[in-house]
């Protein structure tokens, strides 16, 4: 049943739902009128928009480029399919877990910022931090109660997204803090993370600490893992445009010759 056609009755229940206690105190008066679906409807809609807005502000993606612009030939190792399989959403409802393995400008972050949007965009509360952000953040909370509180501003999101694990060395505090947030989510909201690291080395980024067996473990666990090979692709683009700019100079300069050699043909000797 399309809004056209919905009866007077659910639309009283959507009026209800927006809150629009004036309106449904005089509904007799207005349910047969024929801007009612539409009013309703703008609301309806307006409210989206800006509940849209505000889980895009509070979810810290920041900018990033399409999946459109992906180049998958450029990685020497890539599953596309695995990978376009998890824009169908599905580990969302299973629960699981997402794990991108591979080199720094491979492309890990890209895919994890477009999940994260497009995932906002079904609706869904979604959190982007960065490993060491997130790490230092939870440290620095002196009292149980504020790390607990912050610890829910981390595990409440329906998708929570975990960048760069491994870029950085961290002590046995941070190591039980990460594996606190892994716990709290697990079997409960999926976490996307993404990592430079295979995790048997994942040892060296938390050193001495005694959870980390168990914290790959439940990260991995009902997850899917996905290693991307190959060179920086941000290499590659800096290569690219330093060409581009040396190409540019070069006509620069040789556009500029000819002028010199005339100004000599028209003053012999370079005087005027």
């Known amino acids: 049943m399309t809004s056209k056609t919905k009866p007077a009755d659910s ?112 609706g869904h509360t979604v959190l982007f931090t960065t490993a060491a952000k997130m790490l230092g953040d939870l440290v620095t909370r002196d009292t149980s109660t504020a790390l607990q509180r912050r610890l829910g501003y981390y595990c409440r999101p329906s998708v929570l997204v975990v960048d760069e694990v491994g870029y950085l060395s961290y002590d046995n505090r941070h190591a039980d803090l990460l594996f606190e947030v892994v716990t709290r989510r697990y079997t409960e909201k999926p976490t996307i993370v993404t990592t430079n690291k295979i995790f048997s080395d994942w040892n060296d980024v938390f050193p001495n600490a005694a959870c980390v067996v168990t914290l790959v473990d439940r990260l991995i666990h009902k ?41 000599a043909h028209q003053h012999p000797g370079g005087q005027p």
């Open 11 to 122: 639309l009283m229940d959507r009026a209800r739902r927006l809150g629009l206690w004036g309106l449904l105190a005089h509904w007799d008066e207005v349910k047969d009128s024929a801007w009612l679906l539409p009013f309703i409807e703008w609301e309806e809609q307006e409210r989206q928009q800006r509940s849209l807005e505000r889980r895009i502000k509070n979810s810290r993606i920041g900018r990033f480029k399409p999946m459109a612009d992906f180049d998958w030939q450029w990685p020497d190792q890539i599953d596309r399919v695995q990978i376009e399989e998890l824009f169908t959403f599905r580990f969302i409802e299973e629960l699981a877990n997402v794990v991108l393995i591979g080199p720094n400008g491979i492309g890990k972050s890209m895919i994890a910022q477009n999940l994260a949007y497009l995932s906002l965009l079904r």
């Open 223 to 263: 997850s899917e893992i996905i290693e991307i090979k190959g060179e920086s692709y941000r290499l590659k683009e800096a290569k690219e445009r330093a060409a581009e700019k040396a190409k540019q100079r070069a006509a620069k300069k040789a556009k500029s010759k000819p002028n010199k050699r005339a100004a």
